[in-house]
T-cell receptor, first 115, second 111 residues
């Protein structure tokens, strides 16, 4: 199957700083990418959907000014957590898909800890 | 909200078949049944999907009832590495539609 990478795999930052997480599709062009968040012992929650070259569509309750998503190319999407707070500490996972393809391919996740 | 119901947890002896049920009584005619699993602290992994016929691949078999209101994922010979949370998801065809995850079933394979 196709490979999706995320960088970094884990990050620790201070409260009030911003953190950028990258999601790359390594061997296919991803027309659509999704960002999920997962708190301990909970399921994955969809945060937003982004299509290359378009503004992301955010799920209800997700602050678009806090979680900035950029999908500037067919192989890269970034999620920036701005002014991070301890409650933003979570496991962030991206997935990617190509138009006409049925499957979604998930990245390995990024664990964010805000002190 | 997830459109599926799964047991919270199950145990299975190593080497035996693991049968994971899923109820999706409100599934629409154009929705497929997908199964993913998530091993601790990793991204979800695709297992199998189907519309109405039973499906089999190198990882598992998917049995869908004739009325499509429920399905069963079968891991024929479970190993310790199959310990994970298994998610049953219904979704229309097309990768540009997001997968909505429910709570899944935590499968523990026991030696």
């Amino acid at each position: 199957g196709a490979v999706v990478s995320q960088h970094p795999s884990r990050v620790i930052c201070k409260s009030g700083t911003s953190v950028k997480i990258e999601c790359r599709s390594l061997d296919f062009q991803a027309t659509t990418m999704f960002w999920y968040r997962q708190f301990p012992k909970q399921s994955l929650m969809l945060m937003a959907t982004s299509n290359e070259g378009s503004k992301a569509t955010y799920e209800q309750g997700v602050e678009k000014d806090k979680f900035l998503i950029n999908h500037a190319s067919l192989t890269l999407s970034t999620l920036t957590v701005t002014s991070a707070h301890p409650e933003d500490s979570s496991f962030y996972i991206c997935s990617a898909s190509f138009q006409g393809l049925n499957e979604q391919f998930f990245g390995p996740g990024t664990r964010l800890t805000v002190l | 909200d997830a459109k599926t119901t799964q047991p919270t947890s199950m145990d299975c002896a190593e080497g035996r078949a693991a049968n994971l049920p899923c109820n999706h009584s409100t599934i629409s005619g154009n929705e497929y049944v997908y199964w993913y699993r998530q091993i601790h602290s990793q991204g979800p992994q695709y297992i199998i999907h189907g519309l109405k016929n039973n499906e089999t691949n190198e990882m598992a078999s998917l049995i869908i009832t004739e009325d499509r209101k429920s399905s069963t994922l079968i891991l024929p010979h479970a190993t310790l590495r199959d310990t994970a949370v298994y998610y049953c998801i219904v979704r229309v065809w097309g990768g540009n539609t997001p997968l909505v995850f429910g709570k899944g079933t935590r499968l523990s394979v026991i030696a």
